[in-house]
């Protein structure tokens, strides 16, 4: 994830995590449309196509950005607080998307566009604890000091993700379970559903790692205009 | 540090320490099944609350006219009546697991805000739910 060789362009890896991503949206785009529509909830069950990529993102963004802020702590080598910030960055956009989709989601199906439940309100804080970041970040005017408590929060903001993940499991929610269950590997969804909703997954990982090099690639270059 | 963020700083705190503990605290337990609430009925007296359960078959009355949607909510337990005012949101059917907002009054329980709960497992339908299909039903809607 780290751009060294030629920092005056992104490398040939970027391009092609973009290039796959954004090749592979109409496919995934087709296998969404294409995808039958559920016994209960007709068409509407195609946001998921998009809630889902966009929360497996976020937590997954969110991931990265606790083992680049772990990494800048132990080796204190700022090109690991770029990479942190970078997907910390992503993830914000991404678990945005599963916010705003979910909510249009849930306005026709259980009849509200926001409750108080346990995962909606646990995303919801994950969600401010990085817009948080971004705010300690923009604060403080050492960059040692701002790279450190960047690190800080990265690190204990992460906490949040599992609790968020398992909300659903841990306490009665109006949101349901996972459908691609993680934790026992059960899988409740018809095979052309579970083929789009993979290859959506896949596409929108492929732009994520495309974006996440293309902003360190951007913060490497801020970098240097700062210092010369 | 730079004042405009640290404005922003102590706002998301604000936020956060708002969800924790208004948000979070309150909605740990996010519904009352109706025998959780009938063993405690002193306590939620006059009060707002969420109660949680299935829809019991045979019980949905819906009164067009005057917009008042009556069913025994139940856990296999304990069963409550409840009374909403307004339409069934689109997936509310016999059966279904649902979330009721509202308080009691006078053995009733009166819904403000009524929530559906789906289940995890999509399916492809045997039959129907093809674009013809459904501009029909949207036409008979109309």
């Known amino acids: 994830m780290l751009n060294a060789a030629h920092p005056e362009r992104p490398d040939a890896l970027t391009w092609v995590f973009l290039g796959l991503g954004l090749l592979l949206l109409p496919l995934g785009l087709y296998l969404a449309l294409a995808a039958p529509p559920d016994v209960n909830q007709g068409y509407l069950a195609r946001i998921m196509y998009l809630h889902v990529p966009g929360a497996w993102l976020g937590y997954l963004a969110f991931a990265v950005t606790f083992v680049y802020s772990l990494l800048y702590l132990f080796r204190q080598d700022p090109r690991y607080d770029r990479v942190a910030s970078a997907s910390a960055e992503i993830g914000l956009v991404f678990m945005g998307l599963a916010l705003v989709t979910g909510m249009l989601w849930a306005r026709p199906t259980w009849g509200v566009y926001w409750t108080w439940e346990p995962r909606l309100t646990t995303t919801a804080i994950l969600f401010a604890v990085y817009v948080g970041y971004f705010l300690l970040r923009g604060a403080i005017e050492d960059p040692e000091l701002r790279r450190k408590a960047a690190a800080a929060v990265g690190i204990l903001g992460f906490l949040n993700v599992p609790i968020s993940y398992m909300s659903v499991k841990w306490w009665r929610s109006l949101h349901q379970t996972q459908s691609i269950d993680l934790t026992t590997g059960k899988i409740h969804m018809d095979p052309a559903m579970l083929q789009a909703l993979l290859l959506n997954l896949v596409v929108f990982t492929f732009l994520y790692l495309g974006f996440v090099r293309f902003r360190g690639f951007l913060a490497a270059l801020e970098e240097r205009k700062e210092e010369a | ?142």
């Open chain 2, 1 to 142: 540090m730079k004042p405009k963020y640290l404005l922003g700083l102590l706002v998301i705190l604000g936020a956060l320490g708002y969800m924790v503990f208004g948000g979070l605290g309150r909605n740990l337990v996010y519904f009352l099944t109706p025998s959780e609430y009938l063993q405690d009925q002193a306590r939620y007296q006059n009060r707002p609350v969420r109660l949680g359960g299935l829809v019991k078959p045979g019980t949905v009355q819906y009164d067009k006219d005057r917009l008042e949607l009556r069913f025994v909510l139940t856990d296999g337990v304990a069963e409550v009546p409840i009374l909403h005012k307004g339409t069934p949101p689109g997936m509310f059917k016999e059966g279904q697991g649902v979330v009721v907002e509202g308080r009691f009054q006078g053995g009733v329980f009166q819904g403000t805000n009524l929530l559906v709960k789906h289940s995890e497992t999509y399916q492809a339908p045997k039959a129907g739910w093809t674009p013809e299909e459904v501009r029909k039903l949207i036409e008979e809607a109309k």
